[in-house]
Structures are given as C-alpha cells and as structure tokens.
C-alpha cells in the first residue's frame, strides 16, 4: 500500500509543476492590468508604472517566474494584491466554507446516486428503470450556474422559503447553514447525480448477471446481503473512479456556484482575484485547487488498492 501511495505523490509531482507554469503564463496573457485596478480610472501613466515597479511586475517575465518558484520552496504564496494578507491566510479562510458545501453536495450526490442507479437495476426496463434514468438525464443536461438561477427565483423570489445567497456558518446556526447551502448542494450535485446513477445502474447490471451472484441467490440467501455484499462490493471500484470524478467537479464546479449563490468560499475568492488581476491570489488559489484534485487522485488510488488486491500487487 505504501509504494502505491508514493508512487502515485511522484506521479502527481510533474503535473503540480506544470499546472503552475501554465497558470503562471495565462495570468501574463489575459487583457488587463493590476496596476489600473489598484490605481483608480483617475490615476496616471506615472502613478500606474510606480504601482507595478511596487509590485515587481516591471520585471521580466523570467524573472517573475523564478520568484515565484522561489517561494514556493519556501512555502511562501505571495500576499494579494487587494486583501492585503498572505495568500495562504485568505484560502485557508475560505476553504471551510467551499469544504462544507462540496461535503453537502456530495452527501446527497452519494445517496440519490447510488440509490436510483441500484433501483433502475434490479428493476430494469420497468417504470422505476425508466424514471430514474430520465432523471439522471435531467441532471446531466443541466448546467448548474442556470439551476442555481431557477432555483433562486423559484424557492427564493416566488415561495420565500430560503435565501437567494449568502453563508450562515454551521458552527453559529445549523439551521441557518442547511437553509443557506441546500440550493448550491443541490445544484452542485445535479449533474453528478445523472452521471453516478448511470455508472451505477451499468455495473450493477453486468454483475448481477455473474455467476456468483445467481450461487448466492441459490443458497437462498437474503436479498440485501446478494445485493449489499456480493454485487455491490464487486461493483464499486468503477464506482469509486466516477466518485472521484464527482469530487473533482464538485471542487470546480464550486466555482460558478458560489459566485452565483454569493458564498463566500473560495470559489468566490478566485472569481475575485481574476476580476482584480491579483495575480498572486490567482496563482496560490489554482494551486490549492490543483493540490485538493491530486490528494483526490491519490485517494482513488488507495481506494483501488484497498478495495482490489491485484491493483496492489500490479502497482507495487
């Protein structure tokens, strides 16, 4: 299990880096510049090139990059350019917010998933089948940004049951967190409902039609233990790979659901830093996400090895 984990943290290295450069060099093309934000519409070409001189953004883009490099060895982000603070001080702020909402999210991608793809196949081709896969359809055909908004005018303008946006943290409201994050949960785990109730219900199907299965029915064993332990345990690790999947959208497709919920999490705080051009708030944000979406990978690895013991012995 240790040289999976270790192999796969080397595998992880390159991409970590190379994340980094590509983010790195898109700040530098997209339209734009800090020095106006920070300056104002009234300030001066003078005022703006002693803005960027402040910043180091008049050195050469190599430059630039090697100390950005630089600091990353020594575990120093930068600090933004408009909060005034470390860059690892803002995320780690944001993070709990973004953490609970994607958890939420994937609480009830988990259940509604699973549950709907392993109905659809014990009764396929009946109206349970039909309607959970039209479902399924629904939710992959939905972008989440465009639910969020239907959902806000619904529930939020129309009914007046829960608030167009904003975050009551769990820990000083637990009711007025469920009634703040339930809508973004719920248009966050959409989509990856549709796509983990269709993997399910497919691999369900193919083993239940397995040999061990229909012995275990044979031996008249209970239902949900043929269900529970043989097909189910023998279907989850392509399960697990969609799951991974899901937390990786979830991650980024926190994003858009934040800024449209008005969340203060970190999907927000990078759709700010872009707006802003605060460069070192993009760059140390990107790369958390890139380090959350790895220890993802990672876990789906381990997950592998844990759940099937060839994936040990071929990836040790």
């Known amino acids: 299990m240790g040289r999976v984990i270790l192999r796969s943290i080397a595998g992880a290295i390159p991409v970590v880096l190379l994340v980094t450069l590509i983010t790195f060099g898109l700040m530098r ?17 003078e005022e703006r090139e002693q803005i960027r001189k402040n910043l180091g953004l ?6 630039q990059l090697l100390k950005w490099y630089g600091g990353l060895l020594r575990a120093d982000l930068g600090r933004s350019h408009f909060l005034g603070k470390d860059v690892t001080t803002a995320t780690f702020e944001r993070l709990p917010v973004s953490f609970s909402l994607s958890l939420y999210a994937l609480v009830i991608t988990l259940i509604l998933g699973i549950v709907s793809g392993i109905l659809a196949a014990l009764r396929q081709n009946t109206w349970v089948d039909q309607a959970a896969m039209m479902f399924a359809l629904i939710g992959v ?12 005018v619904l529930f939020s303008v129309h009914l007046g049951w829960l608030p167009t946006g904003g975050y009551v943290p769990f820990t000083q409201d637990p009711i007025g967190w469920l009634r703040s994050t339930t809508m973004p949960a719920i248009s966050l785990a959409l989509l990856q409902v549709g796509l983990l109730a269709r993997i399910t219900r497919s691999t369900m199907l193919e ?16 239902n949900y233990l043929v269900i529970g332990k043989h097909a189910l345990a023998n279907a989850m690790i392509p399960i697990i790979t ?29 759709t700010s830093a872009i707006l802003n051009r605060d460069y070192p708030m993009i760059q140390g944000g990107l790369l958390f996400v890139t380090l959350m979406l790895v220890g993802i990978n990672i876990a789906v690895d381990v997950a592998y090895a844990w759940l099937d013991p060839r994936v040990r012995f071929e990836r040790g």
Request: net charge negative; hydrophobic share 50%; proline share 6%.
């Open 29 to 45: 093309l997209i339209p734009g510049d800090v020095s106006a934000a920070l300056g104002g519409i009234t300030s001066t070409t």
């Open 58 to 63: 008049d050195e050469p883009v190599h430059v």
């Open 141 to 152: 055909s939905m972008p989440n940004f465009w639910l969020g908004l239907m959902m806000i």
């Open 207 to 222: 083993v239940l039609r397995q040999d061990y299965v229909r012995t275990a029915r044979a031996k008249g064993l209970p």
């Open 242 to 270: 969609v799951i991974g999947i899901i937390v990786s959208l979830s991650v980024s497709g926190a994003v858009v659901t934040e800024t449209v919920f008005s969340i203060p999490g970190v999907g927000q705080l990078l």
